[in-house]
C-alpha cells in the first residue's frame, strides 16, 4: 500500500518531522480499525516514511477447530492454514489488511482525516515558528500590495506574513518584488489559521536594526535601555555601556554617523537621538529634550511632573515640530514635562535695540561705544560711570535708566 501515491496530500507534510509524521498515521488508520473491527488490540501499524509505505497487520492466535471464543483476537486451525500450511496451535497467526478491506467510504473518510491532522500540524508548526521569533528582524520580499496591508514572503523559508498599513512608516512604498526589513511582532489566530504579523513601527524593529549595525550591541556590551517613537519622524534611544572604555552614545553613532545613517535611511529620514541613560531623573531629562539646552529642572516625584526652564531661543527646541520632542522625553522619562521661559535669562538677552521707540538711535549708540548692548549691561552699571564714559547728560541717562527700568518692573 502506497501513501503517496494514495494519499497524494500526504506529500504536503513534506516539512513535519518524522515521527509526527508516524504518529499522525497511526492515529488515523488505528481510527480506522477500531471503527471496523471494534478495536485496534491485535493490529500493528507499521509506517515507511521514506518510501510512504504502509502495512496493516491483523495478528490472532491460532486455536484448535471449535475452540474459536473470541474472533477478534483468535482464528482456528484451519483457517490459518488456507494460507500457510505450516500453522501450529498456539503460534500467531498474522494477516496482512488491503485498503480495499475498509471499503472506498471509510477510505475516503480517512483520507480527509489525514489531509486535516496535515494542515493543522503545519499550521500549528509556523504557529510555534514565529511565536519563538517574535522580536526578531526578517527580510521578505512584497508579494501581493492590498488596501490595508501587504502580503510578503519570508526570504529564509517562504512563509507568507503580513505587513499592515499601520505597522509601516509613513513614506513608506512597496510594489511587488521589492525587499524589505521589519520585525516580527505578533502570531494571531485568524479564522483557525496562524498569521504572522510584522512591523516596522515598532520600537523593537529600531532595537534590531541598531543591534546589526553596532557589534558592541550584539556582544553585550552597550545595553538599549528604552526606545520610544513616532515612526518616520522622531526616535529617542537610551543607551548604556558596560564597559567604562566605551562610549555607548559615539559606539552606537559611528564615525561621521557611518552607522546611524543607514538606519536613518531604512526609517524614512526618522531623526534618531541617541542619550546616555542614567539613573539620575534630573539629568535624563536634561538629555531627553536634545538638542534643547536647559536651564533648571523642578521635579515633583509624587505627580511624576517636571517643570523644565530653558532661555527663549531653546523653548522652540526642546518642545520640537508638533511637539515630537518634548512628547518622546516625556515618553522616555516616565515624567510629563512642562516648559517654561527662564525670565532672568530673557531680561539679559533684553538688546538696546528694541528701544528704539522711547531712546533716540544716536544714544543707543553712545551706550554700544562703550559695549553696553543690552539693557542690563547698563543697569549694572552706576550714572557716575555711565556719565564718565559716555559723554551724555545726565538728564539723558537718567531718562535712560528709568525706561529700562520700567520695562523689566512690568
Known amino acids: 500500500m502506497n501513501l503517496v501515491d ?15 509524521m508516524v504518529r499522525v498515521l497511526e492515529d488515523v488508520f488505528r481510527t480506522l480499525i477500531k471503527k471496523k473491527y471494534g478495536s485496534d488490540d491485535n493490529f500493528d501499524v507499521i509506517v515507511n516514511t521514506t518510501k510512504g509505505d504502509l502495512e496493516l497487520w491483523r495478528v490472532r492466535e491460532i486455536v484448535p477447530d471449535g475452540e474459536v471464543t473470541d474472533e477478534r483476537s483468535q482464528v482456528s486451525i484451519s483457517e490459518a492454514r488456507i494460507s500457510d500450511e505450516d500453522y501450529e496451535v498456539g503460534e500467531e ?35 510555534q515558528l514565529y511565536m519563538e521569533r517574535v522580536g526578531d528582524i526578517i527580510l521578505a ?17 517562504g512563509n507568507e506574513l503580513v505587513l499592515p498599513r499601520r505597522e509601516m512608516i509613513r513614506g513608506d512604498f512597496f510594489r511587488k518584488g521589492d525587499m524589505l526589513k521589519a520585525v516580527i511582532k505578533d502570531v494571531e489566530m485568524i479564522n483557525n489559521n496562524p498569521t504572522v504579523i510584522i512591523s516596522r513601527t515598532s520600537g523593537k524593529f529600531l532595537e534590531k536594526l541598531l543591534e546589526q549595525e553596532v557589534p558592541e550591541i550584539e556582544d553585550g556590551l552597550i545595553t538599549v535601555q528604552r526606545i520610544v517613537r513616532i515612526p518616520g519622524e522622531r526616535a529617542k534611544v537610551a543607551v548604556e555601556s558596560y564597559d567604562d572604555r566605551i562610549d555607548p552614545v559615539g559606539a552606537c553613532v559611528g564615525m561621521k554617523g557611518s552607522r546611524i545613517h543607514g538606519i536613518v535611511r531604512e526609517l524614512k529620514n526618522e531623526n534618531i537621538d541617541i542619550i546616555n541613560w542614567t539613573n539620575n531623573v534630573t539629568l535624563f531629562i536634561q538629555r531627553a529634550l536634545t538638542p534643547a539646552k536647559v536651564t533648571s529642572i523642578e521635579l ?13 531661543d531653546q523653548v522652540s527646541l526642546a518642545i520640537g515640530k508638533k511637539g515630537t520632542n518634548i512628547k518622546l522625553a516625556s515618553e522616555i522619562t516616565g515624567f510629563e ?42 543697569l549694572e552699571l552706576s550714572k557716575e560711570e555711565l556719565l564718565r564714559r559716555t559723554d551724555l ?18
Open 393 to 410: 547728560e545726565e538728564e539723558t541717562i537718567e531718562d535712560v535708566i528709568k525706561i529700562l527700568e520700567d520695562e523689566f518692573n512690568d
Open 93 to 127: 497467526f498474522y494477516q496482512q489488511l488491503g485498503l480495499a478491506d475498509f471499503g472506498r467510504r471509510s477510505i475516503m473518510a480517512a483520507r480527509q482525516t489525514l489531509i486535516s491532522r496535515i494542515m493543522e500540524l503545519e499550521k500549528e508548526q509556523v504557529r
Open 141 to 157: 520580499e512584497v508579494h501581493q500590495v492590498l488596501k490595508r496591508e501587504i502580503l510578503v514572503i519570508d526570504d529564509a523559508n
Open 300 to 312: 515633583d516625584d509624587q505627580e511624576k511632573r517636571a517643570s523644565v526652564f530653558l532661555k527663549p
Open 337 to 378: 514635562i512642562d516648559v517654561y521661559r527662564d525670565t532672568e535669562e530673557y531680561e539679559v538677552d533684553v538688546d538696546l535695540d528694541e528701544f528704539t521707540d522711547e531712546i533716540e538711535g544716536w544714544v543707543i549708540d553712545a551706550f554700544k561705544n562703550i559695549g553696553c548692548d543690552t539693557a542690563k549691561s547698563v
Open 6 to 20: 494514495t494519499f497524494s496530500e500526504f506529500k504536503a507534510g513534506k516539512n513535519i518531522d518524522r515521527p509526527t
